[in-house]
């Protein structure tokens, strides 16, 4: 019988939710890892729960998901609530002991606004192209 800590999820995109063009990102990351991957992902857009707090939602895809699929943006990084769950995600990493976070930088981003939390990381650079995307973080679910 598995215990209720057990991943729901393969991986959980964590974008900045008031930003259309990281949501449209996330949209595609998503539609591409579950159909090419066979993989399931929780994302905010689709699977958040009306009736439970924007921390419930967070709390429940950050503990049920594998990976944390970070998207970096220009917007996202000075958005408080994308940090807020950015430091919960990294905090997770550390007590899980594995790497679980990973940023995707995306392609309107300026090298300078990294975060420092996050410039240790050998994220993925994404590209305008689902198929190179795809094989790239195809790697990473073979682990």
Request: charged share 25%; net charge negative; with cysteine.
């Amino acid at each position: 019988m598995a215990d209720g800590n057990e991943p729901q999820y393969d991986f959980y995109v964590l974008y900045e939710d008031e930003n259309e063009e990281d949501e449209q990102y996330a949209r595609e990351i998503v539609e591409t890892l579950e159909r090419m991957g066979n993989l399931k992902g929780f994302v905010s857009y689709r699977d958040d729960k009306p009736n439970h707090t924007f921390l419930q939602n967070a709390q429940h895809a950050l503990t049920k998901s594998r990976y944390v699929l970070l998207l970096v943006s220009n917007s996202s990084v000075s958005d408080g609530f994308w940090d807020f769950k950015t430091t919960i995600a990294l905090c997770n990493q550390i007590q899980n002991r594995r790497e679980t976070v990973v940023p995707i930088f995306l392609p309107e981003l300026d090298e300078d606004n990294i975060p420092m939390c996050l410039s240790i990381y050998h994220g993925v650079s994404y590209e305008n192209d689902p198929e190179a995307n795809w094989s790239t973080l195809r790697r990473l679910f073979q682990q």
